[in-house]
């Protein structure tokens, strides 16, 4: 059993930050890529942003300059923290991953259950 569990969602006002951290646990052998993606009521999910297991990132255009992605390699973890919060970031964020579970050779997507960000006065 493998779980991604995000947490530090929450209400903020615009000009706020937040710190999201999404934890992976259970039988893993190796953790590739990390991303955190964002849905908002009626949109699609998009990808927010992505860090590589050499701890290259990259960032949608819209939060370039505000967000930061790291990772935790020991702890199985990644981060996205968020700085200068506007309206316009209110959505659930999920972590993403792609993990080698123990017994296996290849690697499989999982998705957290999603942490509510919102942004607003």
């Known amino acids: 059993q493998v779980q991604l569990v995000e947490s530090g969602g929450g209400l903020v006002q615009p000009g706020g930050s937040l710190r999201l951290s999404c934890a992976a646990s259970?039988?893993?052998?190796?953790?590739?890529?990390m991303s955190w993606y964002r849905q908002a009521p009626g949109k699609e999910r998009d990808l927010v942003a992505h860090?590589?297991?050499?701890?290259?990132?990259n960032y949608a255009d819209s939060v370039k300059g505000r967000f930061t992605i790291s990772r935790d390699n020991a702890k199985k973890t990644v981060y996205l923290q968020m700085n200068s919060l506007k309206p316009e970031d209110t959505a659930v964020y999920y972590c993403?991953?792609?993990?080698?579970?123990?017994?296996?050779?290849?690697?499989?997507?999982?998705w957290g259950q999603g942490t509510q960000v919102t942004v607003s006065s």
């Open positions: 860090i590589t297991s050499g701890g290259s990132t």
């Open positions: 993403n991953a792609d993990l080698m579970r123990r017994g296996t050779n290849w690697y499989t997507a999982y």
């Open positions: 259970g039988s893993i052998l190796s953790i590739n890529d």
